[in-house]
């Protein structure tokens, strides 16, 4: 019911900060969230959105440096990455569900509609 695209990854060097953005096709106000797979890891949750933008969770190795956001006008997700860390190199996915969402969802990724990714690289 949902189509989701990412894009504004790329390749940047550590400090660096990057904005990530997700077209949704859908409802707007469906609870949606960033999560993030780096090679040879399984996907973890990094920050999500409850039912229209009631609330909003951040994984313990963002926080302070993520920020998500909601554009109601461009019907986009937004993730803001300032201080870049090697570690946050992963593919990063935007996902939504059709019920609200709480934390515990979000960690364990129970979600129902995913992007195909955006590939974010941070180097030394």
């Known amino acids: 019911q949902v189509q989701l695209v990412e894009s504004g990854g790329g390749l940047v060097q550590a400090g660096d900060s990057l904005r990530l953005s997700c077209a949704a096709s859908?409802?707007?106000?469906?609870?949606m969230g960033w999560f993030r797979q780096a090679p040879g890891k399984e996907r973890e949750f990094v920050a999500g959105s409850r039912w229209s933008g009631i609330g909003a969770y951040y994984a313990d190795s963002v926080k302070g440096r993520f920020t998500i956001s909601r554009d109601n006008a461009d019907n986009t997700l937004a993730l803001q990455m300032n201080s870049l860390k090697p570690e946050d190199t992963a593919v990063y996915y935007c996902?939504?569900?059709?019920?609200?969402?709480?934390?515990?969802?979000?960690?364990?990724?129970?979600?129902?509609?995913w992007g195909k990714g955006t590939l974010v690289t941070v180097s030394l």
């Open positions: 859908g409802r707007i106000n469906y609870p």
């Open positions: 996902a939504a569900d059709f019920r609200d969402r709480i934390y515990s969802d979000f960690a364990s990724l129970r979600m129902s509609y």
